[in-house]
Nanobody, 119 residues
Framework: QGQLAESGGGLVQSGGSLRLSCAAS????????MGWFRQAPGKEREFVAW????????TYADSVKGRFTISTDNAKNMVFLQMNSLKPEDTAVYFC????????????WGQGTQVTVSS
């Protein structure tokens, strides 16, 4: 069923930047757009951004629009999330996965990468 490996998280001060990476192995992931999602402590997992593998279309959650940029390296099956102007409310575990309307039903998730933004 493939594998997802997220990396690049860490501790950063408010206003700082981080770049997350996602390695997606397995043919199934290339059949769908890819997305980034996040889950803060005590909250439901939420959508952050999605992109087609060719990079032609991107969509962002309102909370990150203008601060985050999603991109892909199609040849290497990698997805990235450049996060700028980070805020404490961006603190969460970040996950990548295939994006579809019912993404909450995705059965397989990677371990995610922790992003902590201090005020």
């Amino acid at each position: 069923q493939g594998q997802l490996a997220e990396s690049g998280g860490g501790l950063v001060q408010s206003g700082g930047s981080l770049r997350l990476s996602c390695a997606a192995s397995g043919r199934a992931f290339k059949l769908y757009p890819m997305g980034w999602f996040r889950q803060a402590p005590g909250k439901e997992r939420e959508f952050v951004a999605w992109i087609y593998w060719n990079g032609m279309v991107t969509t962002y959650a309102d909370s990150v629009k203008g601060r985050f940029t999603i991109s892909t390296d199609n040849a290497k099956n990698m997805v990235f999330l450049q996060m700028n102007s980070l805020k404490p409310e961006d603190t969460a575990v970040y996950f990548c996965n295939k994006y579809q309307t019912n993404w909450r039903r995705n059965e397989f998730w990677g371990q995610g990468t922790q992003v902590t933004v201090s005020s």
